[in-house]
């Protein structure tokens, strides 16, 4: 299991210090939110890019995947009918592909629930005007993305946290329109557990695929991996059993006691459910 950490768990403490502490607990690399680094990631010079690979490097950890790509600057949205907004929000996001490409990670995953809204839930017309605009925006992301040789992943999430691209189903049907090879989809087993119940179900369904390109693990209570209900192992042994070789990355929402807590928590609980099958 090659195990990730969400940065933004840690975000208190300075980059070289999430560095040490995640790979002194056992994660393998870190998931990093790029509003972390910086208000705006396309301000971010080569010097602070070149400290990011080499705090990373000097704990022997990788940059696994980029994740919260549209929460800064701020205003960005892939669907507001403002053509200005769409065109910035787009070179954000090849900004992002370039800067993924640079930090040696192999995938980032499109959430932002905030920038994806459906704005006028009551015209079906408007919804649907809505969501060409996102596939357009998704396009060039994908387009950026093969240029930089990442993979840009479209992440369902929950109808709590937005009404658009709720289920595996609705994002694979979405990559599938689009049609470019960079452009996948990805498991979250909180939202994917809130959402559609079945999380190995959709594991074993949609592995296969080849559309899934990235696995996130927390708990439908949105804390940590063996923090609530959800039974972890059936999860890693259908990884396992479906040869899944991609990075899962531990995304908890609610820290208890507090992050480096929660972080070091799960990645115990990970690497135990890791032991037990060997």
């Known amino acids: 299991m090659r195990l990730s950490l969400c940065n933004e768990v840690l975000r208190p403490w300075s980059f070289a210090r999430q560095c040490a502490f995640a790979a002194a607990v056992g994660y393998d690399a870190l998931e990093i939110a790029p509003f972390t680094l910086s208000a705006d990631p396309r301000k971010l010079t ?80 408007r919804q649907d005007a809505a969501r060409q605009r996102a596939a357009e925006c998704f396009a060039a992301a994908a387009d950026a993305a093969a240029d930089a040789g990442v993979t840009y992943c479209i992440e369902p999430l929950a109808a709590r946290e937005t009404s658009f691209i709720n289920t595996v189903a609705e994002a694979v049907a979405l990559v599938e329109s689009i049609g470019r090879p960079a452009l996948k989809t990805m498991i979250d087993t909180c939202a994917a557990g809130t959402q559609e119940g079945d999380v190995v179900g959709l594991i074993d369904r949609w592995l296969p ?70």
């Not at 800067?99 to 920038?115: C, R, T």
């Not at 923090?227 to 990355?249: C, K, S």
């Open 209 to 278: 695929s080849g559309h899934i390109a990235h696995v996130q693990v927390n708990d439908p209570n949105r804390r940590g991996p063996g923090e609530g209900d959800m039974a972890f192992a059936p999860v890693v042994a259908a990884l396992a059993r479906q040869g899944y070789a991609g990075w899962v990355a531990v995304e908890p929402f609610i820290y208890q006691p507090d992050g480096a807590a929660c972080a070091a928590r799960a990645a115990g609980f990970m690497r135990a459910l890791q032991e037990a099958r060997q």
């Open 46 to 125: 080569p010097r602070r890019i070149a400290g990011v690979r080499a705090a990373l490097a000097a704990e022997g950890l990788a940059c696994s995947s980029l994740h919260w790509l549209l929460v800064a600057p701020h205003g960005l949205s892939i669907t507001s009918a403002e053509a200005s907004v769409r065109r910035e929000t787009i070179d954000v996001m090849r900004a992002l592909c370039a800067l993924a490409a640079e930090l040696g990670a192999s995938v980032l995953v499109h959430g932002s629930p905030a920038q994806r809204k459906l704005q006028t839930a009551s015209q079906s017309s």
